[in-house]
């Protein structure tokens, strides 16, 4: 069983910049696909960035392209989101999400995609 631990959320003004970190228990870190999502209240949960096994090809949403950057560390079972150039409306709970599926892919974009995910951490931004 997987277990994904966010952490480093919080308040930043606008324009600021914030990391949030995704620590991974259980199973090989290495051999999972991961992903970065975020909802807000009343609102579906959306895909933000994505990295594969290696780390070696990563993907972002286009609200985010350019500003956040998703990086991991295998020895250190962790993935992280680097966020600068923040906005009131990337203003969620960020969620890390791991796929350990059988994948032909290197990269993954849906909420399905994914079979792990952690509790979030909330990100807010203010104006």
């Known amino acids: 069983q997987v277990q994904l631990v966010e952490s480093g959320g919080g308040l930043v003004q606008t324009g600021g910049s914030l990391s949030v970190s995704c620590a991974a228990s259980?199973?090989?870190?290495?051999?999972?696909?991961m992903g970065w999502f975020r909802q807000a209240p009343g609102k579906e949960r959306e895909f933000v960035a994505t990295?594969?096994?290696?780390?070696?090809?990563?993907d972002y949403a286009d609200s985010v392209k350019g500003r956040f950057t998703i990086s991991r560390d295998n020895a250190k079972n962790s993935v992280y989101l680097q966020m600068k150039s923040l906005k009131p409306e990337d203003t969620d709970v960020y969620y890390c999400a791991a796929r350990n599926k059988y994948s032909v892919a290197n990269l993954y974009y849906t909420l399905n995609d994914y079979n792990y995910w952690g509790q979030g951490t909330q990100v807010s931004v203010s104006s």
């Open positions: 259980g199973g090989t870190f290495s051999r999972y696909i």
């Open positions: 990295i594969s096994r290696s780390g070696g090809s990563t």
